[in-house]
């Protein structure tokens, strides 16, 4: 595993925090959502059910290494960006929606409703045009997909229009960046 020093190693093992993690956050949504509406149960559920999707499509660096082989560039996306993207763009996200679920109301689990739905979208429709399997459509179809469906659903009983049009675009904007990210790299030369 590349990456010296204690961040290196965070960031190249980062996914089994999640995976070890999800089973627990399960276990704590009793708990957790004791009287509160079904967005909530559901947004806290995004997460765990994000962690385990990015098992599948993290493990053994399986993702980092798909797109590499895909673009025919090493340096299209580092160890490091998969760590940021991850921790910052979906648990520290997904943890806010939590909090603005339970402070401001339902319609705030439209943020992660939409973000496992257009996460899931990403993986099936390559998986269509390249007619093969990428890390992490089994999850994204079995958890993702499902669940975020239900979210939206459940969230837009709460929901005023600005958050029903900024929620769906705030999860393509993500996904975009990362794109941008990785076209962004793939105009450096290779690392050597």
């Known amino acids: 595993m590349s990456g010296d020093g204690p961040f290196g190693r965070l960031a190249g093992r980062w996914v089994y925090g999640g995976a070890l993690a999800a089973p627990l956050l399960v276990a704590l949504a009793p708990l957790a959502g004791a009287g509160r509406p079904a967005a909530f149960w559901l947004a806290w559920l995004c997460l765990p059910a994000y962690m385990l999707h990015q098992w599948e499509e993290h493990d053994d660096d399986r993702f980092r290494r798909f797109v590499v082989a895909l673009v025919h560039h090493p340096g299209a996306l580092s160890r490091a960006e998969v760590f940021w993207i991850n921790i910052l763009g979906v648990w520290a996200l997904l943890a806010g929606v939590v909090w603005l679920v339970a402070a401001a109301g339902p319609g705030w ?13 990403l993986h099936l429709l390559p998986a ?3 007619r093969r399997y990428n890390p992490g459509l089994g999850t994204a179809l079995v958890l993702l997909l499902p669940l975020g469906l239900a979210t939206l659903a459940a969230a837009r009983v709460g929901a005023g229009p600005a958050l029903a049009v900024a ?9 975009a960046a990362i794109l941008l990210r990785v076209r962004r790299n793939l105009r450096r030369p290779p690392p050597p």
């Open 109 to 121: 689990a439209l943020v992660a409703g939409w973000l496992l739905v257009v996460n899931a979208l």
């Open 128 to 130: 269509i045009r390249l």
């Open 167 to 175: 929620a769906p675009l705030a999860a393509l904007a993500l996904h």
